[in-house]
């Protein structure tokens, strides 16, 4: 019981340092959960991708990844130019005359909420370093039976952060019912999403 228990505090405490520094996915789920879209069905995903992530990982899939140099280049190329293009867009919204407020109607469908969840999740090369080739070596390094309670503590790790990020967001209602405080979060969300960007590039030029 003591090492099931052990196993599990390393899932939960590997997958929550590493899920917690400010990326693209998080961003998202904070702003949707600021406008209180679709925060069930994005909290969710997240975990479930992950969760998918991590097993994958301790199976074995970070290691074929790492011998794969053109596949991470090609989800570098792409995640770099989707963060690219969404930095673009949060700037747009930035500088649009009418600014969004926390009781506006939804936005965007499920669908494209999903997608673009998606999109952060699967097209970002860093969520593969993370939940793959981190996660992965060090749920390899428990003993086999115990491979999936490591899976599961790491799960559980990232469904309580999403759901905290989504849900906790309508803490900050008073705040975001100034048009200034949305101008703000998309400016950073654009700086975010750029720097990302670049840094991505980064990697493949020489």
């Given at each position: ?128 370093l993370d939940t793959v080739l981190l996660m992965g070596a060090a749920g390899s390094a428990q003993q086999p039976e115990l491979r ?55 990697r493949i030029v020489p």
């Open positions: 019981m003591h090492s099931i228990l052990a196993t599990f505090l390393t899932g939960f405490a590997i997958s929550a340092a590493l899920i917690m520094a400010i990326g693209a996915q998080n961003l998202f789920v904070l702003r949707q959960g600021l406008k209180r879209e679709h925060v069930g069905p994005i909290v969710l995903f997240c975990g479930c991708a992950d969760a998918l992530l991590i097993a994958a990982g301790v199976g074995g899939v970070g290691a074929l990844l790492g011998a794969v140099p053109k596949l991470t280049m090609a989800l570098t190329i792409g995640g770099a130019a989707f963060l690219a293009c969404y930095g673009i867009k949060a700037f747009q919204r930035m500088m649009a005359p009418e600014a969004l407020s926390v009781t506006a109607p939804v936005r965007i469908t499920l669908g494209s909420a999903l997608g673009a969840t998606a999109a952060f999740t699967f097209l970002n090369p860093h969520v593969y999936p309670v490591f899976v599961v503590g790491g799960a559980t790790a990232s469904i309580s952060w999403f759901a905290a990020l989504g849900y906790g967001a309508r803490i900050l209602t008073p705040i975001f019912s100034r048009p200034l405080a949305w101008k703000v979060l998309d400016a950073i969300v654009g700086v975010v999403m750029l720097v990302l960007a670049a840094s991505l590039v980064g």
